[in-house]
């Protein structure tokens, strides 16, 4: 008897050790999504369209199943996200930023900058 529970035991210490490795699935429909910029307002100036590419670099940020890449031109970073009612939260290096999510677009707001970013249906998976 004592045999069978010392295997029954280390058998659900195994399985124990193997959920814990897998970690959680993200189910997220942000998973495997691209968004790029769509435009940009700061202190009272919106910049979209052609005048938006003509002042500034593009930029994505796209979303793995465990992180995210923000690219901003020459600037590039990863980071980790989660998402609850409708906003993302991303953290890269020691920042967090809340990005809502309102009428298909993602807002990216960084020191007073106001960055939106649409949903890019051809990077889609």
């Given at each position: 008897?004592?045999?069978r529970l010392?295997?029954?035991?280390?058998?659900?210490?195994m399985l124990?050790?193997?959920?814990?490795?897998?970690?959680?699935?993200n189910d997220?429909?942000?998973?495997?999504?691209?968004?790029?910029?769509?435009?940009?307002?700061?202190?009272?100036?919106?910049?979209?369209?052609?005048?938006?590419?003509?002042?500034?670099?593009?930029?994505?940020?796209?979303?793995?199943?465990?992180?995210?890449?923000?690219?901003?031109?020459?600037?590039?970073?990863?980071?980790?996200?989660?998402?609850?009612?409708?906003?993302?939260?991303?953290?890269?290096?020691?920042?967090?930023?809340?990005?809502?999510?309102?009428?298909?677009?993602?807002?990216?707001?960084?020191?007073?900058?106001?960055?939106?970013?649409?949903?890019?249906?051809?990077?889609?998976?």
């Amino acid at each position: 008897m004592k045999k069978r529970l010392s295997i029954l035991l280390a058998i659900l210490m195994m399985l124990g050790a193997m959920l814990v490795g897998c970690g959680a699935k993200n189910d997220s429909v942000y998973v495997g999504t691209t968004w790029t910029l769509n435009s940009v307002e700061a202190e009272g100036i919106v910049l979209e369209g052609e005048l938006l590419a003509s002042a500034m670099d593009a930029a994505t940020i796209k979303f793995d199943a465990k992180k995210v890449t923000l690219n901003f031109g020459t600037e590039n970073g990863e980071g980790t996200w989660s998402e609850k009612d409708n906003v993302i939260t991303i953290k890269s290096d020691g920042e967090t930023i809340e990005c809502p999510i309102t009428d298909s677009k993602l807002l990216f707001e960084l020191e007073g900058t106001k960055m939106y970013f649409v949903k890019d249906e051809k990077a889609e998976k």
